[in-house]
């Protein structure tokens, strides 16, 4: 279970390294994932809210003190990886609540303050839901062998 969600992990860091490519592209030209009306990352990661924390509305978008959202996912996705890798379940549960939590407030922007979505978002969203659905299932199975009654858990040791 610890590779899969790792290898979820590195599924998220290749999509976010791909928001921030659309992110520190010039505004003007058309990003690849610019499909419809509604489907325009480049307006998303081009957006006040691209970046943390959000910049305010009379505040110059090349001020250099805010950090890509996308960079952060980067990084949150590194940590899941590491934290699977090395078996620390509790702290990758936590990872995994932050990052679903950050990524579903991210999906409400998006829904109701752009009206415009991010395919990268989205794919994104799905991986660290994913990841925090399997690292629920992992803590329910540890905890079920480890309360298990002594006798039940030594007839299953081969």
């Not at 480049?42 to 691209?50: I, L, M, T």
């Not at 910049?55 to 959202?69: C, I, K, Q, S």
């Not at 996912?73 to 899941?80: D, T, V």
């Not at 299932?137 to 039940?152: F, G, Q, S």
Request: one cysteine or more; charged letters at 15%; proline letters at 5%.
């Amino acid at each position: 279970m610890k590779y899969l969600i790792a290898l979820l992990a590195v599924a998220g860091i290749v999509v976010s390294s791909m928001a921030l490519h659309v992110h520190n592209m010039d505004p003007s030209q058309a990003p690849p994932c610019a499909v419809t009306e509604k489907f325009d990352c480049g307006a998303v990661n081009h957006s006040r809210f691209a970046v943390f924390p959000p910049r305010t509305f009379d505040e110059d978008p090349r001020a250099g003190h805010h950090l890509p959202v996308a960079a952060l996912g980067i990084a949150g996705y590194a940590l899941i990886a590491l934290l699977a890798l090395a078996g620390r379940w509790w702290l990758l549960f936590e990872a995994a609540q932050i990052g679903f939590f950050f990524a579903a407030f991210l999906s409400y922007i998006e829904a109701y303050i752009l009206e415009k979505w991010c395919i990268y978002c989205l794919w994104s969203q799905g991986i660290i839901t994913t990841i925090l659905l399997l690292t629920i299932a992992a803590l329910i199975m540890r905890w079920r062998t480890e309360n298990r009654p002594a006798a039940v858990r030594s007839t299953h040791v081969a």
